[in-house]
């Protein structure tokens, strides 16, 4: 499912940011959509379309929090931590990806506070972070 991510609009003028902030930027997930419902195709365009966007390593994850320290900002944030919520006991917190495992490095996107799910976020690659630097160039 997709797990209600919205895209909005795109913003003309965003650029990479390094990471300055002490204070960690609280994101979410959204609870599981209905079932069947299907994911929007990954693509370097539509990924463009995230209001937030950066990679990091995953410090502490349960089933209500993950805790990401923050490498690189490609779009709309300057914290050195993100902590992301979670409806309790999903086995993983994003719609349509793998649990987030502590020491890996994700590269995440998001929008209204609201975490992508479906290969919008996922553990880093270099494919993945090759469509990052595209999308947010």
Known sequence: GFGGFAYAQ???GWTSAPVASARPMN??????????????????SNLSHALV??????????????????????????SAQVRIAAPSGRPSP???????TVGQRYLVSASHGIVAGCGFTAKGSTSLAASFKAAFH
């Open 27 to 44: 994101l979410a997930v959204s609870p599981p959509g209905p079932v069947g419902l299907a994911c929007i195709v990954f693509s370097v």
């Open 94 to 100: 994003v719609e349509g990806a793998a649990p987030f």
């Open 53 to 78: 966007a950066f990679s990091g390593t995953v410090v502490h994850a349960d089933n209500k929090t993950v805790v990401i320290n923050v490498d690189h900002w490609y779009r709309g944030g300057d």
């Open 10 to 12: 795109n913003q003309s």
